[in-house]
């Protein structure tokens, strides 16, 4: 059993900043992208930014520039670094990983961010 358990989100004010960790653990193996995702109420999910085994990173053009993503390969975590954060960017965050050479997709159960304006 896979498990992707994700924590750091809650409730700031625009321009602060949050840090969202998802950790990995269970059967688990050669993992290669992690990834992070969010929606919206009344809108699909989208790719918020991901990281692969090597370090190479991809993000979505809202957050470029203020989110940085982030990863412990010892600890099968990944991080999403997010500063002056807007209100658009509330969402449920979902992270993602690929693993067994990207042959399976797990999600996370996804953590509220919400912000103020």
């Known amino acids: 059993q896979v498990q992707l358990v994700e924590s750091g989100g809650g409730l700031v004010q625009a321009g602060g900043s949050l840090r969202l960790s998802c950790a990995a653990s269970g059967s688990i193996f050669s993992i290669t992208v992690m990834g992070w995702y969010r929606q919206a109420p009344g809108k699909q999910r989208e790719l918020v930014a991901h990281?692969?085994?090597?370090?190479?990173?991809n993000y979505a053009d809202p957050v470029k520039g203020r989110f940085t993503i982030s990863r412990d390969n010892a600890k099968k975590t990944v991080y999403l670094q997010m500063n002056s954060l807007k209100p658009e960017d509330t969402a449920v965050y979902f992270c993602?990983?690929?693993?067994?050479?990207?042959?399976?997709?797990?999600w996370g159960q996804g953590t509220q961010v919400t912000i103020s304006s």
């Open positions: 990281i692969t085994s090597g370090g190479s990173t």
């Open positions: 993602n990983v690929l693993w067994d050479d990207r042959h399976r997709s797990s």
